[in-house]
Antibody, heavy 115, light 107 residues
Framework: EVQLVESGGGLVQPGGSLRLSCVAS????????MSWVRQAPGKGLEWVAS????????YYVDSVKGRFTISRDNAKNSLYLQMNSLRAEDTAVYYC????????WGQGTRVTVSS | SYELTQPPSVSVSPGQTARITCSAD??????VYWYQQKPGQAPVLVIY???ERPSGIPERFSGSRSGTTFTLTISGVQAEDEADYYC??????????FGTGTKVTVL
């Protein structure tokens, strides 16, 4: 069974940083593209970033380019999202997802950017 | 990047058919996927590659494509189908887009 467990969310001030983690189990992590998706309160889903199996390709939505960095450690079955220069509009639940003919999702971690 | 537009809401009586459309402003080169999301829960895949149904998803869920419009059909809607539904596709290599989302209300 695919399991994705996110952590690292919390309350941070505007301009601050946060690092999200996602630990995967139940599948061979190194074989899959992985992504982060967020959902602001009461809003729809927004794709944030994706990373290739070996980390050689990374893609971002325009609104986070230069501020967020996606990375992975296949030896630790872990996906990360380093978020810098956070803004109020980054407030959301952040989901980790596995790409395999449709996505499997974790339960999400909440990030609140507020002073 | 292109956009995927869905109606904000669809209301249907139990046992009736709900149709949720996803209109692309350009022809997606990739497949469309559909997700169901209930309040406080993570999304769940209900249709992949336009019309394929994952194991464990009831047969009443089906997907179709006509030109730049994709449709998720729920036949014989049940109360448990009340949820938000999102379509998704790939924009270009490595980037993705989600539809605007549709709230399905079972009357």
């Amino acid at each position: 069974e695919v399991q994705l467990v996110e952590s690292g969310g919390g309350l941070v001030q505007p301009g601050g940083s946060l690092r999200l983690s996602c630990v995967a189990s139940g599948f061979t992590f190194s074989r899959y593209w992985m992504s982060w998706v967020r959902q602001a309160p009461g809003k729809g889903l927004e794709w944030v970033a994706s990373i290739k199996q070996d980390g050689s390709e990374k893609y971002y939505v325009d609104s986070v380019k230069g501020r967020f960095t996606i990375s992975r450690d296949n030896a630790k079955n872990s996906l990360y999202l380093q978020m810098n220069s956070l803004r109020a509009e980054d407030t959301a639940v952040y989901y980790c997802a596995r790409d395999s003919s449709g996505w499997s999702w974790g339960q999400g971690t909440r990030v609140t950017v507020s002073s | 990047s292109y956009e995927l537009t869905q109606p904000p809401s669809v209301s249907v009586s139990p046992g009736q058919t709900a149709r949720i459309t996803c209109s692309a402003d350009a022809l997606p080169k990739q497949y469309v996927y559909w997700y169901q999301q209930k309040p406080g829960q993570a999304p769940v895949l209900v249709i992949y590659k336009d019309s394929e149904r994952p194991s464990g998803i009831p047969e009443r869920f089906s997907g179709s494509r006509s030109g730049t419009t994709f449709t998720l059909t729920i036949s014989g809607v049940q109360a448990e189908d009340e949820a938000d539904y999102y379509c998704q596709s790939a924009d270009r290599s490595g980037t993705y887009v989600f539809g605007t989302g549709t709230k399905v209300t079972v009357l």
